[in-house]
């Protein structure tokens, strides 16, 4: 049995837009395993067989039939084969389950199964057992999924792919590197996918921030914020950003951040998404007021971060005050970046 661990994530980051993103200490965990296949005679149906030795009591022996499953194997696409062979467990966000259409871990697995032609000899089941990214906040719950399934097909199909190209093919899904790349190596990543392939190179971040991470009880659509941009920008907007986010990651190279909330600034996305979430101004408004050091939108919203010193408390505490007295409902918490990015753990071993 494995676990695969995938950190949530936050992109554009100011004037980063859709070339910067870093990993959160906010964590999905998933745990799948590979058993063995044996054919029921009484039920005359296929179930999965586990060594009970290993768990300290003896299971009567079945009489396999694999051939009987594999007869039409090759009739079979890779998708409908597979699918027949995945069993999911637990995907459940408030109470509702997750159809499998709906299941990018899901769709993202048999994706590469279908790329490399492979068909599963065993049965697969993979269980959400941790579930603390906020769904469609901004905070990369998309990215987080896609990166686990790659991950499990990695190792499924002992592919032994490196991080690189993890982070290439999940790209490739996503459609866009921001969030995915900090989700597979940590840190903070600048990244590129065009005709090139996949470009990235990691960022210094200061070791004196935290993160204010607010998120409140409603989404905003990608697709609409993505319709409220401008279709033409204007040439000093684009300088200005082009300056700004320069200083940026010079700034934090340097692990300075005297002057962050200048770097922060954007006028390419955020004028025109911070629309589209309540009280996202005052709250900006607030946090400067409080003394942060920059203030962003993650992602296209609906999580709003602070930028502010390590282990301020104090912060955390006035603004979660603040917050209490808007109409929505507003979490937050005291976040530090992740460093490490995704991992598969091996936790427990079936013989099959």
């Known amino acids: 049995m494995y676990r695969v661990v995938v950190p949530a994530t936050t992109a554009n980051m100011g004037s980063g837009f859709d070339c910067l993103g870093m990993a959160l200490k906010i964590y999905n965990e998933f745990v799948f395993e590979l058993r063995d296949l044996s054919f029921d005679l009484k039920s005359n149906s296929l179930e999965a067989k586990t060594d009970r030795k290993i768990l300290g009591f003896e299971q009567k022996p079945k009489i396999k039939e694999i051939d009987k499953l594999n007869k039409n194997k090759e009739f079979q696409s890779v998708e409908s084969y597979n699918d027949n062979l995945i069993e999911l467990k637990n995907f459940k966000f408030n109470g509702v389950e997750l159809e499998r259409e709906d299941n990018l871990l899901y769709k993202s697995l048999l994706e590469v199964f279908k790329s490399y032609n492979y068909k599963l000899n065993k049965k697969l089941i993979i269980t959400q057992s941790k579930i603390n990214i906020p769904l469609s906040r901004g905070l990369g719950s998309s990215a987080s999924a896609i990166v686990a399934g790659v991950l499990i097909a990695n190792e499924v199909m002992n592919l032994n792919?490196?991080?690189?190209?993890?982070?290439?093919?999940?790209?490739?899904?996503?459609?866009?590197?921001?969030?995915?790349?900090?989700?597979?190596?940590?840190?903070?990543?600048?990244?590129?996918?065009?005709?090139?392939?996949?470009?990235?190179?990691?960022?210094?971040?200061?070791?004196?921030?935290?993160?204010?991470?607010?998120?409140?009880?409603?989404?905003?659509?990608?697709?609409?914020?993505?319709?409220?941009?401008?279709?033409?920008?204007?040439?000093?907007?684009?300088?200005?950003?082009?300056?700004?986010?320069?200083?940026?990651?010079?700034?934090?190279?340097?692990?300075?951040?005297?002057?962050?909330?200048?770097?922060?600034?954007?006028?390419?996305?955020?004028?025109?998404r911070i629309k589209l979430i309540n009280n996202a101004v005052d709250i900006f408004d607030k946090a400067k007021e409080l003394n942060s050091y920059a203030d962003f939108i993650s992602g296209s919203g609906s999580t709003l971060i602070s930028?502010?010193?390590?282990?301020?408390?104090?912060?955390?505490?006035?603004?979660?005050k603040y917050l209490k007295n808007l109409d929505n409902h507003w979490n937050i918490n005291l976040v530090s970046y992740d460093e490490k990015g995704s991992c598969v753990e091996k936790v427990f071993s079936n013989i099959v």
């Not at 993890?166 to 996503?174: D, F, G, H, L």
């Not at 279709?231 to 190279?253: E, G, H, P, Q, R």
């Not at 930028?307 to 979660?320: L, S």
Request: proline share 6%; charged share 20%.
């Open 161 to 272: 792919l490196d991080k690189s190209k993890i982070a290439q093919i999940a790209s490739n899904i996503e459609g866009h590197p921001d969030n995915v790349v900090p989700c597979v190596f940590g840190g903070m990543q600048i990244s590129s996918l065009d005709e090139r392939g996949l470009n990235s190179s990691a960022v210094k971040i200061p070791s004196s921030i935290d993160f204010a991470v607010m998120y409140p009880d409603f989404k905003t659509s990608t697709n609409e914020a993505r319709k409220v941009l401008p279709k033409y920008y204007d040439a000093k907007s684009c300088v200005i950003n082009i300056y700004n986010v320069a200083m940026l990651i010079n700034l934090f190279n340097n692990e300075d951040v005297s002057n962050l909330r200048l770097a922060f600034n954007d006028k390419i996305h955020e004028p025109y």
């Open 307 to 320: 930028i502010i010193p390590k282990n301020n408390y104090e912060f955390i505490k006035n603004m979660k």
